[in-house]
């Protein structure tokens, strides 16, 4: 539900949920496209700006910030929802 790029604005709970692996494993996931979602200001020191990552199957995702907290302009955003539409799309298939 994002394009390449596209800038986000989703609440991070604190700064413990940074991510980390050694060099070869980052350049790994890195040259795999797993990398999903980077910070641009980066609140926790995750390593490369890593904000969230996929499987290599890119059915499994991970990721630091909480788009759940994104889903209305009440809670500041609603850069969160194109991500729970688009699982309930992929869902419906």
């Known amino acids: 539900g994002y394009e390449k790029g596209q800038h986000l604005e989703m609440p ?4 413990d949920g940074r991510f980390y692996a050694d ?3 980052l350049d790994e996931i ?3 496209g797993q990398v ?3 910070y641009t200001n980066n609140p926790n020191g995750s390593v490369r700006d890593i904000a ?3 499987n290599r199957e890119g ?3 991970g990721m630091m910030p909480h788009p759940e907290r994104a889903l209305d302009m009440l809670l500041g955003s ?3 929802l194109p991500l729970f539409q688009s699982l309930m799309a ?3 298939r």
């Open 12 to 15: 991070v709970a604190h700064g």
């Open 23 to 25: 060099d070869r494993t």
């Open 30 to 32: 890195e040259g795999n």
């Open 36 to 38: 999903v979602f980077r």
């Open 52 to 54: 969230g990552i996929v």
């Open 59 to 61: 059915n499994v995702l």
């Open 78 to 80: 609603e850069d969160g």
């Open 90 to 92: 992929g869902a419906l």
